[in-house]
């Protein structure tokens, strides 16, 4: 089995949840009651994979590319500052073979949205659909996530780099 090349990141992001919609996840647009707090639009689900593209590739964090003190990033579209990254680990050589990520939120309920936001990642990065795992999972009514106060992602990411001696 031909294993050289291979790299495996990952990433994980919290946001505070704010009274008033609507919710923005994983690019896609979502009717709810509640927002999500941060400096930029404070998509978590594509924060967290915008991380673990970076960190497979060794390059840093969203906060050293984009810092939040920045005012340049203030209510920035997460969906740009991804393709953004990706573009780095691209020229760095690597090719993202496949995500697979967990939103966690105990409201709303996320699994009817599970396809369109797969369908987003991969209009981002430009792939295959299928090559984008999305899971939702809710905090079963205990720490901040399950009293409703935060959604929190995470994302793994598998790299490749052709020609690639390690
Ligand atoms: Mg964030």
Do not use: W
Not at 5 to 11: A, D, E, N, Q, Y
């Amino acid at each position: 089995m031909q294993v050289q090349g291979l790299r495996i990141g990952i990433g994980h992001d919290t946001h505070r949840l704010g009274p008033g919609g609507p919710l923005r996840i994983g690019g896609v647009t979502i009717d709810f009651d509640h927002h999500l707090i941060g400096h930029s639009d404070s998509d978590v689900l594509l924060h967290a994979v915008t991380d673990a593209l970076l960190g497979a590739a060794a390059l840093g964090d969203i906060g050293e590319l984009f810092p939040d003190t920045a005012a340049e990033n203030a209510g920035r579209d997460s969906g740009e500052l991804l393709r953004l990254a990706y573009a780095r680990v691209r020229d760095a050589g690597f090719t993202c073979l496949n995500l697979d990520c967990i939103v966690f939120a105990q409201r709303p309920k996320l699994g009817p949205f599970k396809r369109t936001i797969a369908a987003r990642i991969a209009e981002l990065l430009e792939l295959d659909a299928d090559r984008i795992g999305v899971k939702a999972k809710t905090g079963e009514l205990v720490g901040p996530v399950g009293r409703g106060e935060a959604i929190q992602a995470e994302c793994v990411a598998l790299l490749y780099r052709a020609g690639a001696e390690d």
